[in-house]
């Protein structure tokens, strides 16, 4: 058990950090810090005079893992993390939107692990052009007390957040973004003594409060909105929380507590993102927390994260539908193994989609993806997610769909009209062009196409086959070491031959 006694003589009590099982936030909001909302503060009219706007916010994530490159968050994780963040926000009533901007992977054991000492680190990777949030595994030091899941830098303008606490349940992303537009805690001043009965008596009395992640005492604030500009958080539509909900580890207050003007507090901001409850169904932001995020958008400061690429929020809604192969539950035949169409209906605002094959995710731009590499008699399966800027994963990953293919070959060397086929050399090496070479006894169109292993097309030409003999030649270059797969389509059927690349 460790016992806290850094204000032991302050207030003349230990109490014990276990209970707070959920950790903290390590967001230094000291006088700078409110000097920059007092500011905010002065804007806001300006702000409600715009009206309804919506706002873009363009995301760098830094994905650090050890010097070796491991332990990374997937990139995954960022865009269910977006997708969760832009319905959050949404939610709440900010008419702020997030996207996209960059993934940048850093392997740096130091900056995973103890991002505080390694300000050069998150300095000399700043993106200039968006909001910047690296994503560590651990967080030393520094404010804040027991394990500090995340924190804003006022002095670098950067987040720095524990991988595991993207989209969790008590908010953390979204809370850290709270401060990076100038919000403070609800509970400010109470971070390292929340209230609670054992430590403190039914009524307050004393005026001012102070915590490791302020430099001057608080002031108390009281239920009468007396003194809320100037109190706590300085803004008046949060009700006075003391760091209620921080020590039950709740959502709901449990205690009797009066203000020292003898005022009862009934409906403190627990379900507040910038406060520290747990166990919420939901988080919101107060009004007036919505103008200051809005106002700190807008202000000169943040002139970098406006720009005019992204100006229509376009989420994706609806979950993918799979045309074929296959079906869901059954678990059916494809008789040709070597050319299967994987084709999924079009989502609406999908920029790519990720197509998993046996478990190997294949990134495609279209609602189709042809592979060339599976086995005869063997199981398949497949799914596929919908992506966009904005993010995803709040839709789920279709079902597994499951089948089985047959042995029949897609390669008809044997079209009625062709004959004398030869494909040479082969293997060819990269600098070689590759000839197909044979007699037609017939004219038709033909499309010469050459696939990767991934089934990306790397080469295409229209050819006219002409009757007697014919040689089409695929140019020197235009293939990299490793298996393609090369396509002649006609109209009355197509030819397939798998090259080999030195
Ligand atoms: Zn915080």
């Not at 003999?469 to 002649?488: D, F, Q, R, Y």
Request: hydrophobic fraction near 35%; charge should be negative; include cysteine.
């Amino acid at each position: 058990m460790r016992v806290n006694c850094i204000l032991i003589i302050m207030l003349g009590m230990c109490y014990n950090l276990s209970a707070q099982q959920h950790g903290t936030c390590g967001t230094v909001q000291d006088e700078a810090f409110m000097s920059a909302f007092r500011k905010n503060k002065a804007n806001w009219d300006k702000t409600i005079q715009k009206g309804l706007v919506d706002r873009f916010v363009p995301v760098t994530f830094h994905l650090v893992a050890k010097n070796d490159g491991t332990d990374r968050m997937p990139v995954d994780g960022v865009y269910a993390a977006l997708c969760k963040l832009n319905d959050r926000y949404q939610a709440a009533g900010s008419e702020m939107f997030f996207y996209l901007d960059g993934i940048n992977e850093i392997n740096n054991t130091g900056l995973f692990t103890n991002p505080r000492d390694n300000r050069n680190a998150l300095i000399s990777n700043f993106d200039e052009r968006s909001m910047n949030v690296f994503v560590v595994s651990q967080i030393t030091g520094g404010a804040g007390t027991g394990n500090t899941l995340g924190y804003y830098s006022p002095g670098m303008d950067l987040i720095v957040i524990q991988k595991g606490n993207l989209g969790d349940a008590t908010y953390t992303f979204e809370h850290e973004i709270g401060h990076f537009f100038t919000l403070a805690h609800t509970h400010r001043g109470w971070e390292d003594q929340p209230y609670r009965p054992s430590d403190y008596p039914e009524q307050i009395t004393f005026t001012e409060i102070n915590s490791t992640q302020v430099t001057n005492p608080v002031r108390v604030e009281l239920v009468d909105r007396s003194n809320c500009q100037i109190a706590g958080d300085e803004i008046c539509d949060t009700d006075p929380n003391y760091g209620f909900g921080f020590t039950c580890g709740c959502c709901n207050m449990l205690w009797t507590v009066i203000d020292r003007k003898g005022d009862t507090i009934l409906t403190p901001p627990l379900t507040n993102i910038m406060s520290y409850a747990t166990n919420c169904n939901e988080y919101v932001f107060s009004p007036d927390q919505i103008v200051a995020l809005q106002t700190s958008y807008d202000a000169s400061a943040r002139t970098y994260l406006r720009n005019t690429d992204v100006t229509e929020y376009k989420p994706i809604r609806d979950a993918v539908t799979q045309i074929s192969p296959g079906a869901p539950g059954s678990l059916e035949t494809v008789e040709i193994f070597d050319d299967i169409l994987f084709d999924w209906e079009d989502v609406q605002n999908a920029e790519f989609y990720k197509l998993r094959i046996n478990g190997d995710v294949i990134e495609v731009e279209d609602s189709e993806y042809r592979a060339f590499d599976q086995m005869p008699n063997s199981i398949v399966s497949w799914s596929v997610r919908a992506f966009t800027k904005f993010g995803a994963g709040c839709i789920d990953e279709t079902t597994e769909i499951v089948f089985r293919t047959g042995d029949a070959s897609a390669a008809i060397s044997e079209l009625d009209f062709v004959s004398e086929l030869a494909i040479y050399p082969n293997p060819l090496v990269q600098d070689q062009a590759l000839s197909i070479k044979f007699d037609a006894s017939r004219t038709t169109g033909a499309n010469v196409a050459v696939f990767d292993v991934a089934g990306k097309k790397i080469y295409t030409e229209e050819v006219r086959i002409t009757t007697g003999p014919n040689v089409i030649t695929v140019p020197a270059g235009s293939m990299e070491s490793g298996i393609h797969i090369l396509k002649i389509e006609t109209p009355d059927g197509l030819i397939t031959e798998k090259i080999l690349v030195d």
